[in-house]
């Protein structure tokens, strides 16, 4: 044998051995996920040993602290602090975690010095964490504990954000009424109620500051009418008229406050009514109502003008005069936009677009920056194609792609433009339609493009045209984020490392962390894994959306296909396929409803009391399972996965028939109701392309019903491309 072949027969032998992983490295994972299973002695023998004699500092830290969580988990206190006490521990990524189990558990032990001892100085000593919070609140309780809640304010004070913080305050307030201090507990109490009222912190602020009222009613001082009147407003912009209901009624009771106040409070108690369609009360508060200055005044008629159509029956000639009105003497103002906005809608929802056109063209002409002018643009558009003024329609769709590109109906725009210019410019139509297809991926509007493209004769289907518009699909990236912070990293690692010892609950913190920080692609992969390990979809679709929110502008060959996966995952598919069959109708269809639905989540249960996997309402649900005999019938079996999807099959079928196997009709029925479909059909009886599925659903009055009703048809598109008929995942391509 030459040297030269010796020595590389030696190189190879050397390579190989430092390629072989550490067994005990390699153990580590297996043991700490046999003791998230069943914790058998045997096991615990087998990762204290590893614990106590592995050469690797990160082994023998990380096999402490997998046994050391899990004696807490089990309320074995002096175990985990054994565990935890690992010096090799707070060398690592995760001796953040490793200090604040251990002065959990020697709080339990009541052990106070020493369970403070291990949160000494906790942030400088762990300037990445992501538990500052969770240390000290466990401080604080800690001082409660052992007697001394005095000391708990100054500590959270030390804090630069305390003031900021909704749960700092909170707990601040919290170990104030342990120490009996009870004007101090109410003061923070009150700042976290009513400063950061849409803060979770908030609910139990108010509970807890009603209890203090009850029991000490003198240590509660009265909240400012300004900061009352604050909240209120906060509450009204969120929609939770009722709370601000509440508060705006406090304010009109007092006897001292400023006639500017007392009118903002009066309108708004009369808005409040109106929202909550207490119509009768809202009449008389408005009338009460007189605003002082500036923008109250438009704004009341507005409202008065709103009233006027929700009236029993509806006076439209009053509420147009009101709007008349405001338009005279308030031409600029955002509440005479709302105004024209309110009454075209108003027609809109009644059938009378050319009505409508005219109320949403005057925002066009005079409000072209208005929060409603993108809207009101495609709405005047859309009715003069319908109308059939073709060349109007054109130019307000060109109009609408120049001055919004970035708009969701943009891609809308330009399939329409493709869709008036067939008959005198077909070669225009074609340009139109490849622009779609090459900018909105896998949208329903690309489909249908592709299929009346391939209707043109062949030599308009390569037809080259300049069409002057911009790039319009979205720029996806494959490369790591690179403004990502030494923290983001940090809680990234914690991520991994927590998923060697089978914590997956505590890697999906830090990775969510981590995400929330900047974007990782690395971070978001791992993130959307763990959540479907965990049936969570929801949260794997999440996790990718984190780092690819336009996905769906994407080419399906610009994602790796495990992210279109993710995406789009296929749980229950064993039922989907059998229920779908048995009704005749595509599984891919039901899965690209329960994706919207519910993300696949079977507990879920939405403010309108809609129910599990296909949201089924409990009148629905009683009434399909007696249709599918099912027996022993009770709430709690919508949220059974099979028997959910079982009931919402054959209700979606019934839906399907009653609309004559039209799609895009039943899906609109499915969110809005079969009375509304059966009013939107009978509105296009005469349009002569009242049958195209697209001109129905564009034409769908209500934007959630319409957006509903697309992102559900592009749900299903997206399926049919990812998997095969048996529901087996494509590969590379997604070729059919």
């Not at 997998?66 to 807490?72: I, K, P, R, T």
Request: with cysteine; charged share 25%.
């Amino acid at each position: 044998m030459s040297a030269g072949v010796f020595f590389c027969a030696l190189l190879v032998s050397i390579l190989a051995v430092h390629a072989r992983p550490d067994p005990e490295e390699s153990s580590l994972p297996i043991l700490a996920k046999q003791l998230a299973v069943n914790g058998s002695p045997s096991v615990v023998r087998a990762l204290t040993e590893l614990a106590r004699q592995s050469s690797d500092p990160e082994t023998s830290g990380l096999a402490s602290f997998a046994l050391g969580y899990y004696y807490y988990q089990q309320s074995d206190f002096s175990s985990a602090e054994e565990a935890l006490q690992n010096p090799k521990l707070a060398a690592l990524p995760i001796g953040d975690y490793a200090a604040m189990y251990l002065a959990r558990s020697r709080r339990q032990l009541k052990t106070f010095p020493e369970a403070l001892e291990a949160l000494t100085n906790f942030s400088s000593r762990f300037p990445t964490t992501n538990l500052r919070g969770e240390a000290d609140q466990t401080y604080c309780q800690i001082l409660i504990d052992q007697g001394d809640p005095e000391r708990c304010l100054p500590f959270l004070e030390q804090r630069t954000d305390f003031k900021s913080s909704p749960s700092s305050l909170l707990l601040a307030a919290r170990s104030e009424m342990e120490a009996a201090h009870w004007s101090s507990a109410a003061t923070l109490l009150q700042r976290v109620a009513y400063q950061y009222p849409l803060n979770t912190a908030a609910s139990d602020a108010r509970q807890e500051l009603d209890q203090l009222r009850q029991e000490h009613p003198s240590s509660v001082p009265m909240v400012p009418n300004p900061i009352v009147l604050s909240r209120g407003d906060t509450y009204f912009g969120n929609k939770k008229y009722q709370d601000a209901l509440s508060d705006f009624e406090s304010l009109v009771k007092r006897t001292e406050i400023s006639p500017s106040d007392l009118a903002h409070a009066r309108l708004r108690i009369g808005e409040c009514l109106l929202r909550l369609n207490r119509v009768r009360e809202a009449r008389e508060a408005l009338r009460r109502a007189v605003p002082m200055v500036g923008e109250a005044v438009p704004e009341k008629l507005y409202f008065m003008a709103d009233l006027q159509r929700k009236l029993n029956p509806p006076s439209l000639e009053e509420s147009q005069r009101i709007v008349s009105d405001l338009e005279q003497r308030f031409p600029t103002s955002a509440w005479t936009e709302e105004a024209f906005f309110s009454l075209g809608n108003y027609f809109l929802v009644h059938q009378d677009r050319p009505s409508a056109a005219q109320e949403y063209r005057k925002i066009v002409e005079r409000f072209p920056h208005g929060k409603n002018a993108a809207e009101a643009l495609f709405r005047v558009a859309w009715t003069d194609y319908l109308a059939g003024n073709t060349a109007a329609a054109q130019s307000e769709f060109l109009s609408y792609i120049q001055r919004y590109p970035s708009f969701s109906r943009t891609v809308s725009a330009i399939y329409w433009l493709g869709r008036s210019n067939e008959v005198a410019s077909p070669a225009r139509a074609a340009a139109f339609y490849h622009k779609v297809m090459d900018d909105f991926g896998e949208s329903n509007y690309a489909l249908s493009a592709k299929d009346r493209l391939a209707r043109m004769p062949a030599s308009l289907q390569d037809a080259v045209v300049d069409l002057g518009l911009p790039e319009l699909r979205a720029k996806i990236s494959l490369e790591e984020g690179a403004s990502r912070d030494a923290r983001s990293r940090d809680m990234e690692q914690r991520g991994f490392l927590f998923e060697k010892i089978a914590l997956d609950d505590l890697a999906i913190q830090e990775f969510r962390a981590s995400l929330n920080r900047g974007r990782s692609l690395r971070v978001a992969t791992e993130l959307s894994r763990l959540y479907t390990v965990q049936s969570n979809y929801g949260g794997a679709m999440g996790a990718i959306r984190m780092v690819f929110p336009d996905y769906y502008h994407a080419a399906m060959d610009q994602l790796p296909p495990e992210y279109w996966r993710n995406l789009f995952p296929l749980p229950y598919w064993s039922t989907l396929r059998s229920e779908a069959a048995r009704h005749g109708v595509d599984p891919y269809l039901i899965a690209a409803l329960i994706r919207q639905e519910s993300s696949f989540n079977p507990e879920a249960h939405s403010p309108a009391n809609a129910l599990g996997l296909m949201q089924l309402l409990p009148s629905e649900a009683r009434k399909y399972a007696r249709q599918e005999h099912v027996t022993r019938w009770q709430r709690s079996k919508v949220f059974d996965p099979e028997i959910n999807i079982q009931l919402g099959v054959a209700y979606f079928r019934d839906t399907l028939d009653r609309f004559n196997g039209r799609v895009e009709a039943a899906l609109a029925a499915y969110n809005a109701g079969d009375n509304r479909v059966d009013v939107w059909l009978s509105e296009q009886a005469s349009n002569p392309e009242s049958g195209d599925p697209m001109v129905f659903t564009e034409s769908i009055p209500f934007t959630e019903t319409r957006e509903y009703v697309q992102i559900v048809l592009r749900n299903f598109n997206y399926y049919r491309k990812i998997y095969d008929s048996s529901g087996t995942a494509r590969g590379p391509g997604f070729s059919n």
